[in-house]
Every structure is written in structure tokens, then in C-alpha cells.
């Protein structure tokens, strides 16, 4: 079973659409992140959620919109689509409070071509 | 506030040694050490506690100084398998993990 998965995997769309990825986790997390990493190779954080609440929002344009219904999923709707939206969208996932630490798990990304 | 990663890029031939340093502005909560290759997800390594912690994970092993808010990962013996970006994360909490910008490393036959 994947621990973090995202669909869709590739998405090829046109400026000015809207469009949206979603994000499952299985490991019982409570903690869930997006974020964005570009042609640089930089991951930059986007948003994160614990327990279905928003925490952090990275200044990122009001056009994308992320959306926890529980604990276990976390999508992300952007609306009308810019070139410089073309990334890769990493999901990840932790479980806070461990003795541990704290490790992010990682989706498989999906690639977002905007054309 | 993101960390910073030094160097950006090593070139290194088999069987050779590099180190790749992590420091951060803000009190860390721990650092995260991941490694990507081209088209895969981020891949954890290891993770840091600890002022002056050490880890090892096969000949890749980091130190952590809680003091300077530093980290460094050392990959020794360099193999063909360590090729890809390497990531530091640092936490300030449980809720805000934060990324460098990547150190690529090519190792070469």
C-alpha cells in the first residue's frame, strides 16, 4: 500500500483553467503538507494542516486553495492557471509528536504543466 | 525562513568523501536530512534531535550543534548510488518543516 499518494500524476492544462490535485495518506498521520518544487529543484513550502486546520500558508496566491475534509486527505484546487504554476507538487505527511522526530513521508509528486 | 545549504553542487569520483553543511537562522526543533533523485520523490535519510547528535546510516552519516543551529552530512566512500540532491529540513515545531534549496552530488565512475 502506498503511505502517500496523489493523483493525478502528470496534468498538462492550458492558462487560465482550474485545476486540482489530491492528496491520501494511510499512516495515521496528523499533520499534512504541500509543496512546490520548481525547474530549480527548490521545495518550497506551500501550506501545512494538522488536524484539518490550516497552520501555515506561505504567502501563496489566494488562487490556490487547499482543502483538508479530514485528517487523512489534503487537495489543493488552484484556479486559473499561470505559467509559472508548472512545478512539481509534493504532498507529505508527519505525525507530530512522536519521541522519534518527526518524519515526512512524500507522495510521488505530480507534474504540472501549465501550456 | 528556509535553511541554507552549502556547497550547491560536488563532483566526485568513486570512493571519495564529501560534506554537505545545513545552518539555520531560528532554533531548531530537529533536522531532517533526505536525498532525491531525478523524477522521484524526496527519500528520508536520517533525522537529528539533539544538540551535538550524531547518526549513521551506512557510510552516510550527520552531526547536528544545537549552539550554531548547524548540520552537516557526510558521505564517505562515495558510491555511484549516492548521485541525487541532497535536502536538509529543519523544524522549528512539529507543524513548520522548511527545506534548503539542495546540494546536487554527482559521483562518477
Known amino acids: 500500500d502506498t503511505a502517500v499518494s496523489q493523483t493525478p500524476k502528470y496534468l498538462v492544462t492550458q492558462m487560465g483553467n482550474d485545476k486540482s490535485i489530491k492528496c491520501e495518506q494511510n499512516l495515521g498521520h496528523d499533520t499534512m503538507y504541500w509543496y512546490k518544487q520548481d525547474s530549480k529543484k527548490f521545495l518550497k513550502i506551500m501550506f501545512s494542516y494538522n488536524n484539518k486546520e490550516l497552520i501555515i500558508n506561505e504567502t501563496v496566491p489566494n488562487r490556490f486553495s487547499p482543502k483538508s475534509p479530514d485528517k487523512a486527505h489534503l487537495n489543493l484546487h488552484i484556479n486559473s492557471l499561470e505559467l509559472g504554476d508548472s512545478a512539481v507538487y509534493f504532498c507529505?505527511?508527519?505525525?507530530?509528536?512522536?519521541?522519534?522526530?518527526?518524519?515526512?513521508?512524500f507522495g510521488e509528486g505530480s507534474w504540472l504543466t501549465v501550456v | 525562513q528556509q535553511p541554507v545549504q552549502s556547497p550547491q553542487a560536488v563532483i566526485l569520483r568513486e570512493g571519495e568523501d564529501a560534506v554537505i553543511n545545513c545552518s539555520s537562522s531560528?532554533?531548531?526543533?530537529?533536522v531532517h536530512w533526505y536525498r532525491q533523485k531525478h523524477g522521484e520523490a524526496p527519500v528520508f535519510l536520517m533525522i537529528?534531535?539533539?544538540?551535538?547528535e550524531q547518526k549513521g546510516h551506512e557510510k552516510i552519516s550527520a552531526s547536528f550543534n544545537e549552539k550554531k543551529q548547524q548540520s552537516s552530512l557526510y558521505l564517505t566512500a562515495s558510491q555511484l548510488s549516492y548521485s541525487g540532491t541532497y535536502f536538509c529540513g529543519t523544524a522549528i515545531n512539529n507543524n513548520d518543516m522548511r527545506f534548503g534549496a539542495g546540494t546536487r552530488l554527482t559521483v562518477k565512475p
Open positions: 531560528k532554533a531548531l526543533y530537529s
Open positions: 507529505a505527511s508527519t505525525a507530530t509528536g512522536e519521541i522519534s522526530g518527526n518524519t515526512i513521508y
Open positions: 537529528l534531535l539533539k544538540g551535538g
